[in-house]
């Protein structure tokens, strides 16, 4: 087990690899969003990759840990390790970010095996900069915040989403449906870090989502942990996908 003051370390190893990502991607922007691909639903981007390279420089030298990232994989096996592993994604809201739509994040988080250890978050089009040390609290630009106090789902904000791997059928989205219901208000930001981050910081109260890629929530996790929330994952039925619902834990979801 890493001691707090090493975690902190870490914790700042992580922000600068994130930072180093948002460059990447800041400075792509202004040459031109190029997309390299698009399969079905989903879009592949060149400042993607440069992103990743970016904060797989920087975790590599500054780490002893593998690495999980969205478009390398499996860097120095981070799927067998039993201890720490950097899991990345340096591009979450890709769709988003090829548009110009201001809803995506850079992500870079350390787990344990399993669980949940720090997470960074960047949001470039805000300069925002969500830290999460799990047991030691989290920040939004260098301020605590912590998740909401609504205790009611009727009061409540839900942000949900459907990934790529998502079932898509009339049947399954009518199941959506009956679970967001209760909820006052639902919102698809296109972006499940940004989401968590969110819940984090108490702008919504709930995030629910199926068969998400774990590099897109491993982040959010751990800052909704560190804000106080509580986090339910499940394995989902793809490789590398989970399900999960991260909330204020003031009431049942």
Request: proline share 4%; glycine share 12%; net charge negative.
């Amino acid at each position: 087990m890493i001691d707090t003051d090493g975690r902190r370390d870490w914790l700042a190893l992580a922000e600068q690899a994130a930072r180093a990502g948002a460059e990447a991607l800041a400075h792509a922007a202004k040459h031109g969003r190029v997309v390299e691909r698009e399969e079905g639903r989903e879009t592949k981007i060149v400042a993607d990759v440069k992103a990743e390279d970016a904060i797989v420089s920087v975790l590599q030298a500054g780490s002893p840990f593998p690495i999980l990232s969205e478009e390398a994989g499996d860097l120095g096996g981070a799927l067998a390790t039993v201890g720490f592993r950097w899991i990345v994604d340096p591009l979450d809201g890709s769709l988003n970010y090829s548009r110009d739509i201001p809803l995506s994040v850079v992500s870079v988080a350390l787990w344990d095996r399993d669980d949940a250890v720090l997470g960074v978050l960047i949001d470039p089009a805000r300069q925002d900069v969500y830290t999460g040390l799990v047991g030691d609290g989290a920040c939004l630009n260098g301020a605590p915040v912590s998740v909401s106090g609504i205790d009611a789902m009727k009061d409540a904000v839900l942000c949900t989403g459907f990934p790529v791997g998502a079932d898509f059928s009339t049947e399954a989205l009518m199941g959506v449906v009956q679970r967001v219901q209760g909820f006052k208000k639902v919102r698809m930001l296109g972006s499940a870090a940004l989401s968590l981050a969110y819940v984090a910081c108490g702008r919504a109260e709930v995030y629910r989502e199926d068969e998400i890629k774990l590099w897109d929530v491993a982040a959010g996790i751990a800052i909704v942990l560190s804000a106080g929330g509580t986090v339910r994952i499940k394995p989902g039925h793809q490789p590398l996908t989970r399900k999960v619902t991260a909330g204020n834990g003031r009431f049942a979801t």
